[in-house]
């Protein structure tokens, strides 16, 4: 088994794709899952999957190997960078904050 650039595979191949076999035989080591994708999502991988001419599959194992190939802080939450950034001390009367009015 190949690679799609080894048989003549694309100039419009992003650097990864290259890379992708052929062909994939599905091994006892790979393990069949189920995800849950938003529609907008399912439909933009069908359609890389597509012009790229490769499975679902390949593409989001692809992604998930990229993901964790970059180490922990890609899967953090970018939120997270905002916990106490703001020198504030709450409000002792949160009524007051969130009705307007102390009861």
Do not use: C, K
């Amino acid at each position: 088994m190949g690679t799609r650039s080894q048989h003549g595979g694309g100039g419009s191949w992003p650097g990864w794709a290259e890379q992708l076999p052929v062909s994939v035989v599905y091994t006892p080591f790979m393990r069949r899952i189920q995800l849950y994708l938003d529609e907008d999502i399912d439909d933009a991988l069908s359609a890389a999957a597509a012009r790229l001419g490769v499975s679902r599959s390949a593409l989001v194992r692809n992604a998930v190997r990229s993901a964790l190939d970059d180490g922990p802080e890609a899967l953090t939450d970018p939120f997270d960078a905002l916990v106490g950034s703001v020198d504030v001390e709450p409000d002792d009367d949160l009524d007051a904050v969130i009705y307007g009015t102390e009861l």
